[in-house]
């Protein structure tokens, strides 16, 4: 009863992690009950807002998929917002650059990220693999590289006609961004890349469990000992996995950059990477469960600024329930617990 | 030449403090067994807090305020850490989540906070340490200007606390058991020692120095709280590694990153550096960090326990 | 009223899902070597725990010279007077042997500095007074096993011990470091001290207990006057039936060379010559047994053959063709299978199911798998009937986690796996460590099994017993080359030692 298990310690996460925003939101003398209707209501309250929480979900589902995928194979990798920013940097030239029919350009810019994201991924998991670097410091280091890097080069090759903080707008031929989707959901950001992320679960799914590449990375994340003395190639599986968990982290730089925005700020790093450590965590580092917490994670993200509007909580309590969801789902073995306590008194009934 | 590295030296010193502080944190605690990569969040806690004390209580107490605000900061690094050794000691939570839970938590709830009292986040203050001139030793030459000029009172503070650090570390019984608990925990276990109750003390050591970083960055050279230390905590970490979880080891790491971090600060006002692209002196710091780790990846052996969760009931 | 010294009496102690400790009544008498004598996981080293307060029991109580005591943790027990010498050493390697036996216990200068200078010169004193020959300077990663133990005594001594417990402490020792303990035991008997020494080997009970407790299954079996019980009975005892020692073995006549090793050099994770121009051959059709004390390049050996570990030197041939530098997996494929030393870091992925680890090897091979995808059907089939042959017990079957199975099924599963391999050489080590007899007897029967089919098995084993056993031919391993092969039916078990010893040279005995 695997499944069950992780579902309740998830959902006992997110209780706790709701009490200590109405905690927050008490200490600072709000009404939580106002606050959190204000929060869920500005997810969801009408179809412009709904398509909005798709298209954070979007960006937070392969942040997401990008470190469950690692974690399953026993590596920390937080790099995914140093890969975003790649990702995003290389669709982003690409989207100024080039000029070719929709058609041509997205697949083209989605590859860019792809690969970009990937190498990013890549050095850290060489690293690790030759060198035993720890997989956590090099993934920031690698997260401040990427954030200078654009710091430097939006402003030197992409800046925008007024502003030296952001690149240009992408054009509408490059954006991901369609007239079909942004008319269904009312002049929402909803864009293309949320359908790139439904496959990309469905694609990481079929991956880990039905393939022979999934059961070495899931074999390696288990007991790398034993991966190894079954003639599996363990280094080489670890650079391998951080370079796909860099590739996905790298789309979802591209659906947020040249999807739900229509350009770079330099000087920020995407909180998306981080947030894709809560959703694995939250999601038990399956695909399924990315892609619900995803959504949910995408409620709250679209509904704190909707609150902070109505209400003067400022919008960081977002960020604070996730973060204390994150700390809960972490210390799930309490929940364990408190699971097989309960299971047991039942077994003993029986 | 010389002039130019004369006059970075005491910026380098500057900076290379909290990143002391915040490494020997996370040498209490990882050898002690524990991994705390929250450094990062602790400081942040540290930061925030001392900022908030020095403002609420420089227009009564001047001068005294930026103490109190220290001490603040130190104990808001400590309490927080108990999140992280609850979850990494009692709960067996994997130490590296849990860590990464105590940053994004820290950083989420100072602006929170910060939010609500200033409205924009920030927490600016205008009253800090000034630089001085160490007298008589301010004068010997080559090392006087190096060392004793433009230095803060936090630096001789920190220094002292590395000290004291070596000798509880290699002197004391604490320090064995410490020392005994991050390598094999079963024989301090074995050998009555109470493994739970010393990792608790590594840990909240860790938080406690961390958070005294994250308030001597503010009383120092940063003078305003705005949501973030820049990776310091991480570096701090790779100072740990490349420092071979040794504290004079970690001085001189520290000190190296320091610098490597302060040539792109000043470069602006220093001609030569002035030329260089500014990515490439930004991004130093972490190249060269990332360099360091893998050239001493061959020799570095962590505490043989850290990182890995500890069962009394598995004898 | 016997002069007992420590009674423990009714004490039941439960683990989640087994019974180790069930009703059970020991007694020391004083100046006594008493000997608990079980198969692996009948309940000894809980009992002993307890005794230690490393556990606590869930019912029953403990005497001390007919003084009730309650010893809720090491240090009441260090208090009370009793040590252990625990199976697993207890020491941190990179300290010295003096900072090992003071921790916990620190002697204070000015209150604060731990005066490790003063706790140097008593540890040296003991150390003399009990001819134990040990260097309170040393570091611990730097001196032999035998040694590490005798600093586990000395932790003891410093404490004042009275009753001293020595769990399976012949495991790591030599035949003349054997002798060695037994005339440290006698010594410390002398000098008023009593012993309960927990073992499995009855040789060594015969050799030196006075009285000997049998437990099987959790409960006590009966106590007896070890000069008046043969082996025979005491294993009687210990397993609940009549035990044969030896395997059936029919006379064989080995053929080709399937493995050469020439010249080998190899070097250990602390850069040390662990193995030193080591040259060796199996043949088809024989048991080729590796004897020799742990830590004398056995592990390395076994590491470079299967490619584990880079050889520095030398050459490893198999079936004609050089192997020295090949990939793990091309060497599983052109026909090693290993049994690993340690089943639960090495051999299971202890998180997968029992299907999953029994492809672990070959699931990139059809029919486990086609063009990338694994056919679970194929697996399950081929999971299921390994399982039956090898009689591996599980609750959920193939679909039960590693982990879950104990660990005689455990090593039977890993068994099964290397044989259904068919290789031609199949290395075997430590095979049936932490088994119960049962299981013990199965592994060694498949063995034989291998080499009456006419392939070739490389044991390689700590206990001589097996090795004598089991082998056609023995070799012997010291300072990481080989000492000499030797006929196990013309040898006896001291000269084997005395070649095993070889390696001792430069220790004082």
């Known amino acids: 009863m695997k499944g069950f298990k992780d579902l309740f310690t998830a959902l006992a996460a997110v209780f706790l992690g709701l009490a200590a925003g109405a905690i927050l939101m008490l200490a600072i003398g709000s009404n939580p009950l106002e606050g959190f209707a204000y929060l869920f209501r500005g997810g969801l309250m009408n179809v412009e807002r709904i398509g909005n929480t798709l298209a954070t979900a979007t960006t937070l589902t392969l942040t997401g998929l990008a470190m469950a995928f690692a974690f399953r194979t026993g590596l920390f990798s937080i790099g995914a917002s140093g890969q975003m920013l790649v990702g995003g940097l290389a669709a982003t030239a690409l989207g100024l650059g080039l000029h070719l029919p929709k058609a041509a350009m997205l697949p083209l810019m989605l590859l860019a990220a792809t690969a970009a994201g990937a190498a990013w991924g890549f050095v850290p998991g060489y690293l690790k693999a030759r060198f035993n670097v720890h997989e956590v410091v090099s993934t920031i280091m690698l997260n401040w590289i990427a954030y200078w890097t654009v710091y430097y080069a939006v402003p030197a090759y992409f800046k925008a006609e007024y502003l030296e903080t952001e690149s240009a707008r992408i054009p509408e031929y490059a954006s991901l961004k369609v007239a079909w989707l942004t008319r269904l959901s009312q002049g929402s950001f909803l864009n293309l890349g949320i359908f790139v992320a439904l496959a990309c679960a469905v694609l990481v799914a079929i991956v880990l469990n039905r393939t022979t590449l999934g059961f070495e990375l899931k074999a390696v994340g288990f007991n790398r000992h034993a991966a190894e003395f079954a003639g599996i190639d363990v280094p080489r599986k670890m650079a391998l996995s951080l370079g796909i968990s860099g590739a996905l982290a790298g789309l979802a730089g591209a659906t947020f950059y040249v999807g739900y925005a229509v350009n770079m700020q330099i000087g920020v790093l995407p909180s998306q990477g981080m947030d894709g450590v809560a959703v694995a965590l939250l999601g038990a580092n399956s695909p399924l469960g990315v892609v619900l917490s995803a959504l949910f994670f995408g409620i709250l993200h679209s509904g704190k600024g909707f609150m902070n509007a109505m209400t003067k909580i400022p919008p960081e309590i977002g960020d604070t329930i996730i973060a204390v969801i994150i700390y809960f789902a972490a210390t799930s073995v309490l929940f364990t617990r408190v699971w097989d306590a309960i299971t047991a008194r039942k077994r003993r009934k029986a | 030449m010389w002039d130019m590295v004369a006059r970075i030296f005491p910026y380098a010193v500057a900076y290379s403090m909290p990143l002391l502080a915040a490494s020997l944190g996370g040498l209490f605690s990882e050898r002690s067994g524990v991994v705390n990569i929250g450094l990062e969040g602790l400081m942040v806690v540290g930061n925030f807090v001392c900022a908030v004390t020095i403002s609420k209580l420089q227009p009564s107490l001047g001068q005294g305020a930026i103490w109190i605000g220290l001490a603040a900061a130190a104990l808001s690094g400590l309490a927080f850490s108990l999140l992280h050794a609850v979850a990494s000691i009692n709960l067996s939570a994997n130490q590296v989540i849990s860590g990464t839970a105590i940053n994004m938590v820290s950083t989420a709830l100072t602006v929170f906070l910060a939010r609500t009292i200033t409205g924009s986040g920030n927490v600016h203050i205008t009253l800090g340490f000034v630089p001085f001139d160490v007298p008589v030793l301010s004068g010997i030459p080559i090392l006087g200007p190096l060392l004793f000029t433009k230095t803060y009172v936090t630096t001789w503070l920190l220094l002292a606390i590395l000290l004291l650090s070596w000798f509880v570390l290699y002197k004391t019984p604490f320090g064995l058991r410490l020392r005994a608990c991050g390598e094999h925990p079963q024989t301090a276990d074995a050998a009555g020692v109470n493994v739970y109750r010393i990792r608790y003390a590594g840990v909240l050591i860790s938080g406690a120095l961390a958070g005294l970083a994250g308030g001597t960055i503010l009383v120092t050279f940063s003078g305003e709280f705005n949501g973030t230390v820049a990776g310091l905590g991480f570096l701090a970490l790779a100072a740990l590694i490349f420092g071979k979880w040794k504290p004079l080891g970690i001085l001189g790491a520290t000190f190296f990153f320091g610098f490597a971090a302060t040539l792109a600060n000043v470069s602006q006002v220093v001609p030569l550096l002035a030329r260089i692209p500014g990515i490439v002196l930004k991004a130093f710091p972490y190249v060269v960090t990332l360099l360091a780790l893998v050239a001493f990846s061959k020799t570095t052996q962590g505490p043989r326990a850290a990182g890995e969760i500890y069962d009394a009931g598995k004898r | ?509």
Not at chain 3, 145 to 171: C, H, N, S, W
Not at chain 3, 210 to 228: A, F, H, L, P, Y
Not at chain 3, 409 to 435: F, M, S, W, Y
Request: glycine share 10%; with cysteine; net charge neutral.
């Open chain 3, 1 to 509: 009223m016997d002069d007992y010294i420590v009674e423990m009496l009714n004490i039941t102690k439960r683990f989640p899902g087994i019974l180790a400790n069930d009703d059970i009544s020991i007694q020391l008498r004083k100046g006594e070597i008493l000997a608990l004598l079980g198969e692996n996981g009948a309940g000894k080293s809980t009992l002993m725990s307890i005794l230690f307060g490393l556990y606590k029991a869930d019912s029953g109580s403990i005497r001390l010279k007919g003084r009730e005591v309650h010893i809720p943790n090491p240090n009441v027990a260090n208090e009370l007077g009793i040590g252990m010498v625990h199976q697993h050493f207890k020491l941190v390697h990179n300290f010295t042997v003096t900072e090992n036996i003071v921790l916990g216990l620190e002697p204070r200068k000015a209150g604060i500095v731990v005066d490790l200078k003063r706790a140097a010169e008593r540890i040296a004193r003991l150390s003399e007074t009990y001819g134990l020959n040990v260097d309170p300077w040393a570091r611990i990663e730097d001196i032999t096993v035998g040694m590490q133990q005798r600093v586990e005594i000395l932790k003891m001594l410093y404490r004042d011990a009275e009753v001293l417990i020595f769990d399976e402490p012949t495991a790591v020792l030599t035949p003349q470091e054997i002798v060695d303990l037994m005339a440290i035991m006698r010594n410390l008997l002398g000098e008023g001290k009593s012993i309960i020494l927990i073992t499995h080997k009855l040789k060594e009970i015969k050799a030196i207990a006075d009285r000997c407790t049998v437990i099987r299954r959790g409960k006590v079996i009966g106590t007896v006057q070890v000069s008046e019980t043969d082996e025979a009975r005491m294993a009687e005892m210990m397993v609940g039936r009549a035990v044969s020692f030896s395997v059936e073995k029919a006379p064989r006549e080995p053929g080709g060379v399937v493995l050469d090793i020439e010249g080998l050099n190899v070097l250990s994770a602390r850069k040390t010559h662990a193995v030193a121009d080591l040259s060796l051959q199996v043949r088809y059709g024989e048991i080729l047994g590796l004897a020799g004390v742990d830590g004398n390049g056995q592990t390395e050996l076994v590491e470079a053959l299967t490619g584990l570990r880079k050889a520095q030197s030398g050459s490893i041939r198999l079936k004609g063709a050089d192997i020295t530098n090949a990939p793990v997996r091309a060497r599983i494929r052109s026909g090693i299978a290993h049994i690993p030393e340690d089943r639960q870091r090495r051999g299971l992925v202890l998180d997968y199911s029992m299907e999953d680890n029994l492809v672990l090897e070959i699931y990139g091979l059809p029919p486990y798998s086609r063009r990338g995808f694994l056919d679970r059907k194929a697996i399950r089939a081929h999971a299921d009937k390994l399982m039956g042959d090898f009689d591996v017990r599980a609750g959920e079957g193939s679909l039960a986690a590693a982990r879950s199975l104990s660990g005689g099924n455990q090593q039977k599963a890993i068994v099964g796996r290397e044989i259904d391999h068919d290789p031609d050489l199949l290395v075997a080590v430590q095979p049936t460590r932490g088994l119960d007899v049962g299981s013990i007897e199965y592994i060694h029967k498949r063995l034989v099994e291998q080499r009456d089919r006419g392939k070739a098995v490389l044991l390689v084993s700590l206990e001589l017993d097996e090795i004598m056993d089991l082998s056609d031919r023995i070799a012997v391993i010291s300072h990481g080359s080989i000492a000499g092969v030797l006929d196990p039916k013309s040898v006896t078990e001291s000269e084997i030692g005395l070649m095993m010893a070889g390696s001792r040279k430069g220790e004082a005995q």
